[in-house]
């Protein structure tokens, strides 16, 4: 019989902020094609013979499998979702690690050598030191945070801020205003009796 790709979701793929998934710029481009998609995502789908497993290259979306005895792949967002699963057992649950492929063949004999690995975006510990005036790296941080907060804008549908008024949701509000789109993103600061407040900061 067959192995085949389980995904106890209910849904095959995940994606948040990111274009569709293509699979077949993936067949012509492999595990390069990945770090063409930005934002987050969680994706699992059969190419060639083989189970393919991939995550964001910052795992903000969580992914992990396990292979039965028979060779079959169960995927998941939460562990929780694979102990449904009627040949469950703990000691087989992996995790997609972030900027990662996984593959494993669904052809033949199942071993644990059969499952591999790679990376696919660069380590943040592998990019070369950036040179220059201080001034110089905080144009560049702000030029890139401009970049990410567009592309998440165009694949968000109706963002919101999480705004606490610090340097970091100010520095995205400031981005967002940059690119025009201050008016489109509604901002939220959510404060919670007897635990301080960011409302004076956001304010």
Avoid at 10 to 31: A, I, T
Avoid at 46 to 73: C, I, K, W
Avoid at 153 to 168: E, V
């Amino acid at each position: 019989m067959g192995k085949s790709l389980f995904m106890h979701d209910g849904k095959r793929n995940h994606f948040y902020n990111c274009r569709s998934f293509e699979p077949e710029k993936y067949r012509q481009n492999g595990r390069e094609y990945f770090a063409s998609l930005g934002g987050e995502f969680a994706v699992g789908f059969v190419s060639g013979g083989d189970a393919v497993l991939a995550r964001d290259r910052f795992g903000q979306v969580p992914y992990h499998f396990m292979v039965t005895g028979e060779g079959d792949v169960a995927a998941a967002n939460e562990i929780k979702s694979l102990v449904r699963h009627p040949e469950y057992n703990y000691r087989h649950v992996r995790a997609v690690r972030a900027g990662h492929v996984i593959t494993i063949p669904l052809e033949g004999r199942f071993t644990e050598k059969g499952i591999k690995e790679e990376r696919y975006a660069t380590s943040l510990y592998d990019l070369p030191k950036t040179g220059g005036s201080v001034k110089d790296i905080g144009m560049e941080i702000r030029k890139r945070l401009v970049e990410e907060t567009e592309k998440r804008l165009k694949y968000a549908g109706n963002a919101a801020l999480a705004f606490s008024g610090g340097i970091d949701s100010f520095s995205v509000a400031l981005a967002i205003a940059e690119l025009g789109k201050i008016r489109d993103v509604e901002a939220y600061c959510i404060n919670t009796e007897g635990h301080g407040s960011d409302w004076p900061n956001a304010q």
